[in-house]
Every structure is written in C-alpha cells, then in structure tokens.
C-alpha cells in the first residue's frame, strides 16, 4: 500500500485548509485511515482517525470542533477540512493505514505511511 498525502500549505491563522491522502496498491487490506503530525522539535502525534465505513471517528482534543475527517471509498482518499487553523497547528501532517478495524491511536499501531505535507499557519 502507497499513501500520497497532498494540499499543504501556507495557511493564516482563522483560515481553512483541506488535506487529502490518496491510498493505491493492495487497498483492499486498509480499514482505518488517519492522520498525526509532527511539530518541529516534537514527537509525532495523533491528529484524527476513520473507520472504513465513515461513520467512526475520533480525534485530537485541541481539534475536536474545528477539524473534520473524512473519506471517500470510491477514491481511496482520506481528507483532513482543518478550520479555524491555529499556529500551534503548524507541522508535518503524515497520513496512515492500519489493517485492524477498530481505531487507534499511536504511531506503532499503524502500518502504512504516507511521505508527509507541510503544513504552516501563520498568526
């Protein structure tokens, strides 16, 4: 499985911005897509995540509100819509797959990764 994550960017504060990771290869083995990020000087961490159906969701609690997950199975694209960005917003968002079906959020859980889009919001 490839992840291609695309639609970084340089973002205002207060302003919008949509991420999307497109998946390709043995996707048929994917259920929970995600999404973490990782701050200069910081551990990577969890952003979001989505089971292969759509309708369960989790996420970060500095995003809840602002930050919507999504998918598109037709596509085998997840989408990140990031609202109301903040500076603390700012890092390398990377996407990723895991096989099992429930949702999870650490790193180690996840098997596939993407290569990473920038993300910087500026205040």
């Known amino acids: 499985v490839q992840l291609q994550a695309s639609g970084g960017g340089l973002v205002r504060a207060w302003e919008s911005l949509r991420l999307s990771c497109a998946a390709s290869?043995?996707?048929?083995?994917?259920?929970?897509m995600a999404w973490f990020r990782q701050a200069p000087g910081k551990e990577r961490e969890f952003v979001a995540a989505?089971?292969?159906?759509?309708?369960?969701?989790e996420y970060e609690d500095s995003v809840k509100g602002r930050f919507t997950i999504s998918r598109d199975n037709a596509k085998n694209t997840v989408y990140l819509q990031m609202n109301n960005s903040k500076s603390e917003d700012t890092a390398v968002y990377y996407c990723?797959?895991?096989?099992?079906?429930?949702?999870?959020?650490?790193?180690?859980?996840?098997?596939?990764w993407g290569q990473g889009t920038l993300v910087t919001v500026s205040s």
């Open positions: 990723a797959a895991r096989r099992h079906t429930y949702l999870a959020i650490c790193v180690s859980d996840h098997n596939h």
């Open positions: 290869g043995r996707t048929v083995s994917i259920s929970v």
């Open positions: 989505v089971n292969r159906s759509g309708v369960r969701k």
